[in-house]
Structures are given as structure tokens and as C-alpha cells.
């Protein structure tokens, strides 16, 4: 079965400062798992550690994203960072996280960031006519103080390997810009000792 992900966007959310918008806000750590959850039919498994880049396309600004992404029963969680250091020289690495529901049909989220903002997202399975599995994302945020640069929304795919996004700010002049990332590594599975023996008995 294929875990659902609940904060697949809580990526390219990662890009809101300033033309970037960082998700999900909250808590750390943990040891991600490999719990299941309900099987949609098309949805990426996006459980895992995933690193890349946002860029400010307007401003010409960007930096480095990081996040981690686990399943507990059918809520999601994710923890993250993101480095804003080119917007203003004092922010630097900031750190998000962010919760998420299968809700059947779609995954919904929030994510916040300290001292960069919050919002909620949305992602949809796409029917591909093929076995890989893919998401559209859309949501929309806001970025709060110190920056303060106000509402934005975005629009995104997901597939088991890539998370590609793109943020637009509803200020004129706001930015805007494109936030892409790679899995780095998947979840490690926790077997019972149980697996173990049958494992080494040959069972």
C-alpha cells in the first residue's frame, strides 16, 4: 500500500519570505516511521527526506530547503528548514513544521514557520493513466512579521521522487518565484523481533 502524504507541499510552501513561503511551522524531530494510511489511488509516497531550492524569480533571490516527512496512523506530520538569508541578511536558516489528514479523496494541511508565517494546502491524486503516481497542490499563506510581505498562493505537482511548486504574492510587487525538491532518502522500517527471527530462520 501506498502511504498518503500529508504535507507533500509543505515544501514548496517552504518558499514564502520575500517571494518564498516556508511550511508548516511547529514541533521537531521524531524518528520518521513507515506507517501506512488509507491507499489513495494515484498519490505519491512522499514519506521521507527530501532536500532543494526556492528561488525568487522577480527579486533574484533563493536558498535551500530541507524537510522530513512521516505518517502517524492517517495524520501526517513534517519538520523543516528553510534558509532566507538572501532577503535580508539577518533571518538565516529558519525552522517550519507542519500536520496534515488523508481525508479520503485529498490530503489537507497547515504548516507555520517561525518568524515567517503559516497557511494550508491541498493535494489531489491525479488519475495518469499509467502506474506512477502523481498530486496537484494548491494552497495559499501568509507571510506575518518581521517581513510582512502578506498573502500568497500556490500551485504545485508531487510524484514518489520530485516536488516541483511555484508562489505568487497578491501585493503588486510582491514576488514570485519556484521552489523545487529531490527525496534524499526514504523512511527506515522498524521491524518486530518477530520479522527479525522469521527472517533468520528462513520463515
Do not use: H
Not at 495524520?75 to 533571518?91: C, F, H, P, R
Not at 514570485?176 to 527472517?199: D, L
Request: proline residues 3%; charged residues 10%; aromatic residues 8%.
Amino acid at each position: 500500500m501506498q502511504s498518503r502524504y500529508a504535507m507533500i507541499y509543505t515544501l514548496v510552501l517552504f518558499i514564502v519570505a520575500g517571494g518564498l513561503a516556508l511550511t508548516s511551522g511547529g514541533s521537531g524531530g521524531g524518528v520518521p516511521s513507515s506507517a501506512v494510511a488509507a491507499d489513495p489511488a494515484a498519490l505519491p509516497q512522499l514519506e521521507g527526506t527530501w532536500a532543494g531550492t526556492w528561488t525568487d524569480t522577480l527579486y533574484s533571490v533563493g536558498g535551500a530547503m530541507t524537510f522530513v516527512i512521516w505518517a502517524e496512523g492517517n495524520s501526517y506530520a513534517a519538520t523543516g528548514t528553510i534558509d532566507v538569508t538572501e532577503i535580508d541578511g539577518v533571518l538565516g536558516v529558519l525552522n517550519g513544521g507542519g500536520t496534515g489528514i488523508d481525508n479520503g479523496s485529498t490530503l489537507t494541511g497547515d504548516f507555520t514557520c517561525t518568524n515567517l508565517g503559516n497557511g494550508s494546502v491541498t493535494l489531489t491524486p491525479v488519475d495518469s493513466g499509467t502506474s506512477a503516481k502523481n498530486a496537484n497542490a494548491t494552497g495559499f499563506g501568509t507571510v506575518t512579521a518581521p517581513l510582512n510581505f502578506g498573502a500568497f498562493t500556490l500551485t504545485g505537482t508531487a510524484t514518489d521522487t520530485e516536488i516541483m511548486g511555484s508562489f505568487d504574492f497578491t501585493n503588486p510587487g510582491g514576488g514570485k518565484g519556484i521552489a523545487q525538491m529531490t527525496k534524499t532518502s526514504v523512511p527506515v522500517t522498524v521491524k518486530s523481533w518477530g520479522e527479525v527471527k522469521a527472517g533468520y530462520l528462513g520463515q
